[in-house]
């Protein structure tokens, strides 16, 4: 199993990003996507998560209204769109396949490799 995360890097108070996540080794279409993100000096915590079909989206209120997770099965990929950055969005960025619990919390079963978005002037 790979889940290959790109599209991090340095961007202004304000901007806008966006992580891609692919994932290869397993049914993609038969797992939640999710994203999680670890900053400095802090616990790793969930940040977005959308289920198999896309018809549930899940969102940590510290992102709610500025990020936005999506996937495309056909690609067997996996996105989240963050605009209006902050510098407190700062973080490793870490894409995850995995189950969702009943009350919507999202369980890894898989990570993949962290992207870094510095969020900076």
């Known amino acids: 199993v790979q889940l290959q995360a790109s599209g991090g890097g340095l961007v202004q108070p304000g901007g806008s990003l966006r992580l891609s996540c692919v994932g290869s080794?397993?049914?993609?279409?038969?797992?939640?996507m999710a994203w999680f993100r670890q900053a400095p000096g802090k616990e790793r915590e969930f940040a977005a998560g959308?289920?198999?079909?896309?018809?549930?989206?899940y969102y940590a209120d510290s992102v709610k209204g500025r990020f936005t997770v999506s996937r495309d099965n056909a690609k067997n990929t996996a996105y989240l769109q963050m605009n209006n950055l902050k510098p407190e969005d700062t973080a490793v960025y870490y894409c995850?396949?995995?189950?969702?619990?009943?009350?919507?919390?999202?369980?890894?079963?898989?990570w993949g490799q962290g992207t870094l978005v510095t969020v900076s002037s």
């Open positions: 959308i289920n198999w079909n896309s018809a549930s989206t």
């Open positions: 995850i396949a995995g189950g969702i619990r009943k009350g919507g919390e999202i369980v890894p079963t898989w």
């Open positions: 080794g397993f049914t993609f279409d038969r797992f939640a």
